[in-house]
């Protein structure tokens, strides 16, 4: 009898990646709450530690993943945070969007910079957040308008 070959399952479609200090999710609903959504960080002192959580949403998903979160400085394109997400997430329904909550109790910006939190699922990025961090008191650059 033949080895079954194996199915690799398909990369999700990532549609939300948030960063904010705080996410619950209400047992009775499902419905998940997001506190104090960020995408830049000022310190008096760096390396910067911070507890944070993550929501993702992705569909076009079905069965298990390996998820990984990197913090990468955007300047040099180098990995300088590497966060396994423990369990791995088993999804049913491809059809069916999925959302997670990620608590990280210590994420650390090791210097003031521009860098990106990449969402990886299988070893493969499906998106990513811009993240800046400054040194307490210097100015941002500002954004300019589209």
Do not use: H, W
């Not at 400085?73 to 997670?100: A, G, H, M, Y």
């Not at 493969?124 to 993240?131: E, P």
């Amino acid at each position: 009898m033949p080895t079954p070959i194996p199915v690799q399952p398909p990369t999700p479609l990532l549609a939300a990646l948030l960063l904010c200090d705080n996410a619950v999710m209400d047992r009775r609903t499902g419905r998940k709450s997001l506190l104090g959504l960020f995408d830049r960080l000022s310190g008096e002192r760096f390396p910067l530690v911070i507890p944070c959580a993550i929501f993702a949403q992705f569909s076009d998903a079905q069965g298990r993943y390996t998820l990984e979160v990197r913090l990468v400085d955007r300047r040099t394109n180098q990995t300088v945070l590497s966060i396994p997400v423990p369990p791995r997430v088993e999804v049913p329904d491809r059809l069916k969007r999925c959302e997670i909550l990620i608590d990280i109790p210590a994420f650390t910006l090791p210097a003031p910079g521009s860098y990106e939190v990449r969402l990886l699922a299988n070893r493969q990025i499906l998106g990513s957040t811009a993240l800046d961090a400054t040194l307490a008191g210097a100015v941002a650059p500002q954004q300019e308008a589209a």
